[in-house]
């Protein structure tokens, strides 16, 4: 079988190996992976700017989706047959976040960018029938972080507004999660093409941010002058200050990233800050009880996450190198 | 906000049309919705894969009879015909912000 591996952290990126198929040991499930996915960390783990210092020659990506092939000893969750996804936390199961679950796919522990993948059952979830495994492959890093967005904080009322940025993948999938719980979506993009796509995902205005690059003005209008109710900020520093101007009085801002290559610091304007009272709210992915509940709505919604391309499993470098353009309106794939 | 009437018409086309796709944005993050078979689905993900389960079953269909909204609370009364039979029953629904937060049904037994 063969493996794509993060042997360095240098930008040297994604290297081939051959190994044996491995047998799985007790509550571990070998999983023949169907198709897997890149997110903005795997892009971090390969230039050795991730947070949590990831594991040389650890096989790459979180997100990866396919079938059971064998359950080892004690096994009870899944079945010979069944079709998973992994889970991006390999100990968080359910709850809070602590200190004694920073364990990774595809950063500290073995990920899904492989032919056969050994994941703990803990750490595996059912996907919806209706998915293909592509667009399930997308569910564990970029759909629950979208999920854990919308729903990690107070409960908003049906028909309040949420705010998404840009098109990646998280934004898209907070794009169509806001709809299908019930809420008004404003979304800002760059190009008309781009906003007539989110539209057919349900947004339900689109703000250009190209053409109106202090869009939280836009928003304020487009809310009758009270602001949206929670905004997903993909973007972190270049975009933190708008998001706070563009929140309701005591609003949520889901800041999901805090530096990028040009910026190391969050700035936020204090007097814009007073004005609005937004609540800041960190996330980080969520837990495998997350992707449970994710798969559910998604199931129920018949939520069709965007894939823009998929590549073959020897094209998983120029995969990678696609991805990293920042061009694609959604996932990236590789189908294994 | 989304009025009660309004959350009640995607609750009944769930059942009706066999579409539980609006389901999902009329649950209350902490709702409970008692089981027939007792016991409680408490929470969005318990209450949505209860629901989305009962909608998308074809082995039946449900007829509204009568709604009644008295403030939170909404009761609708119904039939459930299938092969062979029907059964009536009333479903008690308590809605706040939009959402159910409490459901219960019974059946009518003569």
Redesign the interface.
């Given at each position: 079988m063969r493996s794509y591996h993060f042997d360095s952290f240098d930008g040297t990126g994604l290297v081939s190996h051959e190994h044996d198929v491995p047998e799985p040991g007790p509550g571990q499930l070998l999983v023949r992976v169907k198709a897997a996915t890149f997110n903005k960390r795997d892009d971090l783990i390969a230039r050795g700017r991730y947070p949590l210092p990831p594991r040389p020659g650890v096989v790459a990506l979180s997100d990866g989706a396919g079938e059971v092939a064998a359950a080892g000893e004690g096994v009870t969750r899944f079945g010979v047959g069944d079709r998973v996804a992994g889970s991006y936390w390999n100990r968080w199961h359910d709850g809070r976040l602590d200190a004694s679950m920073l364990d990774q796919l595809g950063c500290t522990h073995d990920g899904m960018l492989t032919e056969y993948a050994l994941l703990d059952e803990g750490a595996a979830a059912p996907v919806p029938a209706h998915l293909t495994w592509a667009e399930a492959a997308t569910l564990p890093c970029a759909g629950v972080t979208a999920w854990t967005s919308i729903?990690g904080g107070p409960?908003l009322?049906?028909?309040?507004t949420v705010l998404t940025l840009g098109t990646g993948g998280v934004s898209l999938y907070a794009v169509q999660l806001a709809?299908?719980?019930?809420?008004r979506v404003i979304a800002t993009t760059s190009s008309p093409e781009k906003a007539e796509r989110v539209r057919g995902l349900g947004a339900d205005a689109v703000v250009d941010y190209r053409e109106t690059p202090t869009w939280s003005a836009a928003v304020r209008r487009l809310t009758g002058g009270l602001g949206a109710d929670l905004v997903v900020d993909t973007m972190g520093p270049e975009t933190v200050n708008e998001s706070i101007r563009a929140s309701s009085l005591y609003g949520q801002v889901v800041l999901l990233t805090t530096y990028s290559d040009t910026a190391a610091d969050i700035t936020v304007a204090g007097a814009d800050w007073a004005q609005t009272m937004a609540g800041i709210r960190r996330v980080f992915v969520g837990s495998r009880g997350d992707l449970?509940?994710l798969g559910?709505?998604v199931?129920?919604?018949?939520i069709r996450p965007v894939v823009d391309r998929v590549f073959g499993f020897d094209e998983a470098a120029e995969a990678f190198a696609y991805y990293r353009t920042g061009r694609a309106f959604g996932k990236v794939v590789v189908e294994i | 906000?989304?009025d009660i009437h309004t959350?009640l018409k995607t609750y009944k086309d769930a059942f009706s049309t066999h579409d539980?796709?609006?389901?999902?944005?009329?649950l209350?993050?902490?709702i409970v919705v008692e089981r027939a078979q007792g016991g409680t689905a408490d929470g969005?993900?318990a209450a949505?894969?209860l629901w989305?389960a009962i909608a998308t079953d074809t082995g039946g269909e449900f007829d509204i009879e009568d709604e009644i909204v008295a403030g939170e609370l909404a009761v609708l009364t119904w039939t459930f015909r299938y092969e062979g039979g029907f059964t009536r029953g009333a479903n008690l629904l308590k809605i706040r912000?939009?959402?159910v937060y409490h459901a219960v049904g019974y059946t009518k037994t003569n």
């Open positions: 729903t409960e009322p049906a028909g309040a709809k299908a719980l019930g809420y449970e509940d559910k709505v199931e129920s919604a018949a | 906000m989304t959350v539980p796709s609006g389901l999902a944005g009329i209350a993050k902490d969005h993900a949505l894969e989305t912000d939009g959402r």
